[in-house]
């Protein structure tokens, strides 16, 4: 497994931006051939998709209530994932994690997930 640590969440406005990031360590140089995904959980709610992106960055795949407004990439190189906000509204409040999944498998390894709060 690897361990993931999310940064970069905060308050921001209805419309403003923020870009989370997500540091893998212990991952043995092996950051790429783990496939990436972003999770948020609201208050109440269950964890909820976000997207995610191949080992290669390559290929993205987003829900439908963050596409096109939230972009996920990644560096292999400084074994690290991005989420990148705009347009935010109410209801992305939620916390965000980020997940690894090792090649055929489910997600296995998480992070401890980074507050979002969008104030209206």
């Known amino acids: 497994q690897v361990q993931l640590v999310e940064s970069g969440g905060g308050l921001v406005q209805t419309g403003g931006s923020l870009r989370l990031s997500c540091a893998a360590s212990d991952a043995g140089g092996t950051f790429s051939r783990y496939r990436m995904g972003w999770f948020r959980q609201a208050p109440g709610k269950d964890r909820d998709f976000v997207g995610s992106i191949s080992r290669s960055g390559g290929s993205t795949s987003y829900a439908s209530s963050v596409k096109g407004r939230f972009t996920i990439s990644r560096d292999n190189a400084k074994n690290t994932v991005y989420l990148q906000m705009d347009s935010l509204k109410f209801e992305d409040t939620a916390v965000y994690y980020c997940?690894?999944?090792?090649?055929?498998?489910?997600?296995?390894?998480w992070g401890q997930g980074t507050q979002v709060t969008v104030s209206s």
């Open positions: 997940a690894a999944a090792e090649p055929g498998q489910a997600y296995g390894s």
